[in-house]
């Protein structure tokens, strides 16, 4: 076992910390304070390779692993999370499903010519005011008439969903009801021009505030079925796959927040004179700041372990919500520890560790609420204590 990142990782690594640091970062306060999408940013990313990481270099994207991914996403949200979620939707929630599902005409058409490593964003639309952790209460519709999808319904809080450059939705619909009673959901392509698709304004938000999301609209959208993702009736599996992914990737997210918090919490520690001397001498401040390095190492290495499953193609789910719970939550108390040794000035907003504070939250809610994803590891773990029960019973006898 080793903890090495490959060459090509620490590339992604390295170019994602140096683009952050002199381009993001100096603007990362500018950009809350306005509520300003980036779209110069996100150009630029979309230019160094960052917005097509783990897309297949033949469709336009850069042929990253899931380990580089995250690692380049951790030193982008380490300056800033608006334009980390931005990055994180469009690959991990926009591009994956494509890529995993997608037909090779599907991956040539939307991949290849419309995102285009980034050139168009693309959105994933599961969550509506009765659905997102229960899929099960969708109530967007698609019915089939004629070699056509008709679409109507409703999602909210899709982030990239209607900025100038979003190329389209892949929306989760209700398709019919199975034999058991429970709903048949398929994946949708619905390009942004669709006649009928139309998108609410942005919300007002406690954080990300530099990032698009909104609600969407869709009345009597119509497609090709050719716009089915995979086979219709899979899309309750497809996003399923594409939240284990996605939850790592918030992990990481946390983690470039955790970090950014620890790194402010340093420097003040460090400056801050009281009684006389520096604040990094009296234990108090010391225990904080060794309490917040070890947990941002934990969470590091969580996050880490995961996306190496999933490069493996080894299973995941467990280990990427155990990774997105730790991380979220390690970052909530790193917000706070920082904003607590910032003292009055981390009270104030203009500070850095007030944005963070801010920011910090909607991390346990969004890819999957830090409860239900406890319910997926204690899931897990009883069905594995069981599966090993009945194994040693049949061994007995």
């Known amino acids: 076992m080793h903890f090495d990142p490959t060459d090509e990782q620490r590339r992604w690594r390295d170019l994602a910390r140096e683009f952050a640091e002199g381009e993001i970062r100096p603007r990362a306060a500018e950009l809350d304070r306005e509520q300003k999408f980036p779209y110069d940013i996100v150009e630029r990313m979309t230019d160094l390779g960052l917005m097509g990481l783990t897309v297949p270099e033949q469709y336009g994207g850069s042929g990253g692993d899931f380990v580089g991914y995250n690692l380049a996403l951790e030193e982008i949200c380490r300056a800033d999370t608006s334009v980390g979620i931005t990055m994180e939707a469009h690959v991990s929630l926009g591009c994956a499903p494509l890529v995993a599902f997608g037909t090779e005409e599907q991956k040539r058409r939307y991949l290849g010519e419309e995102i285009r490593g980034g050139r168009k964003l693309w959105a994933f639309g599961l969550t509506e005011e009765n659905a997102g952790t229960d899929a099960g209460g969708t109530e967007t519709t698609a019915e089939l008439v004629d070699g056509q999808w008709v679409v109507n319904g409703s999602k909210k809080w899709i982030t990239n969903g209607g900025t100038e450059i979003t190329g389209g939705v892949t929306a989760i619909a209700k398709t019919g009801t199975r034999e058991n009673g429970k709903p048949e959901l398929t994946a949708i392509i619905v390009p942004q021009d669709t006649p009928g698709f139309t998108r609410g304004p942005g919300y007002e938000k406690l954080g990300w505030r530099a990032s698009d999301q909104r609600q969407l609209y869709f009345e009597d959208v119509t497609v090709p079925e050719g716009n089915t993702l995979g086979e219709r009736g899979k899309g309750f599996r497809q996003f399923l796959s594409t939240l284990d992914a996605g939850r790592v990737a918030v992990g990481a997210l946390s983690v470039g927040l955790a970090q950014a918090c620890l790194d402010e919490a340093l420097v003040r520690a460090r400056e801050r004179r009281q009684f006389g001397r520096s604040i990094s001498e009296f234990q108090a401040i010391q225990f904080k700041l060794a309490d917040m390095a070890m947990e941002v190492e ?50 104030m907003e203009g500070s850095a560790v007030a944005r963070y504070w801010r920011q910090v939250k909607i991390n346990e809610i969004g890819e999957g609420t830090s409860e239900i994803n406890r319910q997926i590891i204690a899931r897990s773990l009883l069905t594995d204590e069981t599966a090993t029960e009945a194994k040693g019973k049949m061994v007995a006898q």
Do not use: T
């Open 298 to 347: 934990l969470a590091r290495n969580m996050v880490l372990k995961a996306a190496w499953l999933k490069d493996e193609g080894r299973p995941f789910g467990r280990e990427a919500s155990m990774a997105k719970v730790f991380a979220s939550e390690a970052a909530k108390r790193a917000a706070d520890g920082a904003v607590q040794i910032w003292g009055g000035e981390g009270f």
